[in-house]
């Protein structure tokens, strides 16, 4: 199983991107998907989950700003970012439990400056 994730980029603050992550290889089943994210010097902290029911969850600083979905017969988890700031800028890393083990995307770069 891999995840590939894209979508990724450079924006000014109150702007908006959309991350997609993509798992490909022999899926059978599916429990969490998510983004979790490092900023320079800081700890990798969750963003936003989505269960195989639909259920949803986020982080305190990207609530009402961000939104989590995914479509399972595209095997993909989106990650909407509105309103972006500044403190948003880190390495967003797509996450999924697949066949009751873990895997992680490589990175992609989210910078919102000026």
């Known amino acids: 199983v891999q995840l590939q994730a894209s979508g990724g980029g450079l924006v000014q603050p109150g702007g908006s991107l959309r991350l997609s992550c993509v798992a490909s290889g022999s899926i059978f089943s599916f429990n969490v998907m998510g983004w979790f994210r490092q900023a320079p010097g800081k700890q990798r902290e969750l963003v936003a989950t989505i269960t195989s029911g639909g259920d949803t969850d986020y982080v305190d600083s990207v609530k009402g700003r961000f939104t989590i979905s995914r479509a399972n017969v595209k095997n993909t988890v989106y990650l909407q970012m509105n309103s972006l700031k500044p403190e948003d800028t880190a390495v967003y890393y797509c996450?999924?439990?697949?066949?009751?083990?873990?895997?992680w995307g490589k990175g992609t770069q989210v910078t919102v400056s000026s």
């Open positions: 996450y999924a439990n697949i066949n009751a083990r873990d895997y």
